[in-house]
């Protein structure tokens, strides 16, 4: 597999948002025009599930296909455009230490974890009730219906020639990182995936780190 590592110019003490997200939990906050976000894997080999909502119309939101065909490639990485349901771009990927992200493997949930593994983790944490748990808590006006197909930051999906989706050991390592810039303002779902069936991270759930730049203020010297 050959990627393209980005590195960021970015300085990390003027960030004006740095947060760590446990281990399974969910995070909701919004990144304005201009910002630059990033997500930071600390541990390695975490499946960080990604959503972004436009902050003044929760009506457009992410859009896997929309982005899978602006870019004419299944993986994103630095350079991809993160496009809406409404053919708008609302971040572009600036930075990424990891090379792979995912955007067709979906979120976990109380079904999947079912279908794919068995009746009795039913009851198990998952990225939708994540997602659901998170979207109560803000009165964004949005439900179970408009969870669209999110990003697997971190995530290894890799497709086979014959179309076939594997969800493969984890590429990431502690330390690496995916940054973007906002192209508007943008609310964004973030569920730290809890989940303990899937070799995507290694069966161990671990905490990531968020941090936003202003984008007059983030340059180092
Ligand atoms: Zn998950």
Redesign the pocket.
């Known amino acids: 597999m050959t990627v393209e590592m980005v590195e960021s110019t970015l300085d990390p003490a003027v960030a004006v948002l740095n947060e760590v997200v446990p281990a399974g939990e969910p995070w909701m906050g919004t990144v304005r025009k201009g910002e630059v976000f990033r997500i930071l894997d600390l541990e390695g080999n975490q499946?960080v599930?990604t959503l972004f909502y436009n902050a003044a119309d929760s009506e457009e939101r992410y859009s896997a296909s929309n982005t899978i065909r602006a870019q004419a490639n299944l993986y994103l990485t630095s350079g991809t455009r993160l496009m809406s349901n409404r053919g708008n771009v609302m971040l572009d990927i600036v930075a990424d230490t990891c090379g792979r992200h995912d955007t067709l493997g979906g979120?976990?949930s109380a079904e999947s974890n079912t279908v794919r593994y068995a009746i009795e983790k039913r009851h198990m944490h998952?990225?939708r009730d994540n997602f659901l748990a998170a979207l109560a808590r803000a009165d964004f006006g949005i439900t179970k219906r408009d969870l669209p197909s999110n990003i697997n930051f971190f995530m290894n999906v890799p497709v086979t020639p014959a179309g076939q989706l594997t969800f493969a050991d984890g590429i990431s390592a502690p330390g690496r990182y995916v940054e973007m810039r906002a192209a508007m303002d943008v609310v964004v779902l973030i569920?730290n995936?809890?989940?303990l069936n899937n070799p995507c991270n290694a069966y161990n759930p671990t905490p990531i780190r968020l941090m936003v730049w202003n984008s007059a203020r983030g340059q180092s010297p």
């Open positions: 499946a599930d979120a976990c998952s990225c569920s995936c809890p989940q």
